[in-house]
């Protein structure tokens, strides 16, 4: 009985013993073959290679750098021949998973010690060169450039030629109002492309184109304001001033609209936020026309960016030499300013001249006026106010309109 079961079992005994013995084969193998490829998986994360310029990669970045592209993968058309160290972190990563290829033939001892020389690339692949129909990143698309059409404001300078003109304005600043009424086309072409001049135009001129513009803008609404009020009717309330005075237009620089690129401003607008108080300079007041006899002098021609400077002085100059600008009485000891000083107080206030170390012994805002005027004045007259104790009164400021009969 026993030799029957022994019978009966020993062929299946016999299978399952050979079954565990391949088994166990087959675990070794395997075994050593993954401990061989995290041999070669440590060696190339952990072996360092120095290039010419001192840098450290590892080596999987060098089998990166020298891994030719495969046949028929698509390029970055945007790459360039040297990877970036993104690229070279990714190929590092890409290598590393891999079990790298085992060398047909054995290396000689020799060429153990030298490192391996690159092999060229099956096929040259261009990768300076864009794709085709891929734009080149460093070439701007046409289509993506902003350009600024200056054409609206060479017209509305054009205008300003025209207007500004010893035709229209006599040389001491009294503008013929009734014959701008009559011939009021370039008025009209002025005021029509200043509301639709852009303000990307603006923001591509220079200091002194801005100054220029804003100087002749403000000059033009104060005449357009007129023209539009012209004859001015007096008001009754507004006894203290002439007739046709521009105090007879209520809020002249505070309500007034004038569109300007699509903008609404007001006249104290333009000259406070455009011009005094952006560029702190005294002698832009001397340059804005409150359309009155006593305030600055209009000019009869167009502030040009190229001359800005010599026509400010000579601005300035002009006016301080006039009745209306700068007297001195000798007899009285008192200096006598146009309201001009004392309206744009802050102006000066702002400007270099406060740091003008002079008339130490003064107020502020009387030893800048009085630095102001030094250059323009002549040496025994420097010489007397720098030696004599003399007081400062303002000039009475005629209101009557700027206008030429």
Not at 22 to 42: P, Y
Not at 104 to 122: G, H, I, R
Request: a negative charge; one cysteine or more.
């Amino acid at each position: 009985m026993k030799m029957e079961l022994f019978r009966l079992y020993k062929i299946p005994l016999l299978t399952l013993a050979l079954l565990v013995c391949l088994t166990g084969l087959s675990t070794c193998q395997l075994t050593a073959t993954i401990t061989e490829a995290k041999q070669d998986d440590a060696t190339i994360k952990t072996t360092p290679t120095e290039f010419p310029d001192g840098d450290f990669v590892s080596t999987a970045a060098v089998v990166a750098k020298k891994t030719p592209p495969s046949v028929g993968k698509e390029t970055n058309s945007a790459d360039s021949n040297t990877p970036s160290a993104e690229n070279e972190n990714e190929n590092s990563t890409a290598v590393a998973k891999e079990k790298p290829a085992r060398p047909t033939s054995q290396p000689s001892p020799a060429d153990a010690n030298e490192p391996a020389s690159p092999k060229p690339a099956a096929a040259a692949v261009d990768t300076d060169s864009p794709a085709p129909n891929t734009p080149s990143p460093d070439k701007e698309d046409e289509n993506d450039i902003f350009e600024v059409d200056f054409s609206t404001f060479v017209q509305i300078n054009e205008a300003y030629d025209r207007i500004f003109t010893p035709d229209l304005i006599t040389e001491d600043g009294r503008v013929k109002y009734s014959t701008l009424k009559r011939k009021r086309l370039d008025v009209i072409d002025a005021k029509r492309n200043l509301k639709k001049l852009s303000q990307a135009v603006r923001m591509s001129l220079t200091k002194e184109q801005r100054i220029a513009f804003w100087i002749n803008t403000y000059n033009f609404c104060t005449i357009e304001l007129i023209l539009r009020k012209y004859p001015i009717q007096p008001k009754w309330y507004m006894i203290i001033y002439p007739d046709n005075s521009i105090m007879q237009i209520p809020n002249a620089w505070t309500k007034e609209i004038h569109e300007i690129m699509w903008e609404e401003y007001y006249l104290k607008e333009i000259e406070q936020d455009f011009l005094l108080k952006r560029h702190k300079d005294p002698r832009i007041c001397f340059a804005l026309s409150n359309a009155s006899v006593g305030g600055a002098t209009l000019r009869n021609e167009p502030y040009k960016a190229d001359r800005l400077d010599a026509q400010l002085d000579d601005q300035v100059e002009k006016y301080l030499a006039t009745p209306k600008g700068v007297r001195l009485d000798k007899d009285n000891n008192i200096l006598y300013l146009s309201n001009v000083f004392q309206m744009n107080t802050k102006t000066f206030l702002d400007s270099d001249l406060a740091k003008i170390k002079k008339f130490r012994n003064r107020k502020d805002q009387e030893r800048v006026w009085l630095n102001f005027i030094l250059p323009h004045l002549s040496k025994e007259d420097i010489r007397y106010l720098e030696e004599t104790e003399f007081k400062i009164k303002f000039i009475e400021f005629d209101w009557h309109l700027n206008e030429s009969k």
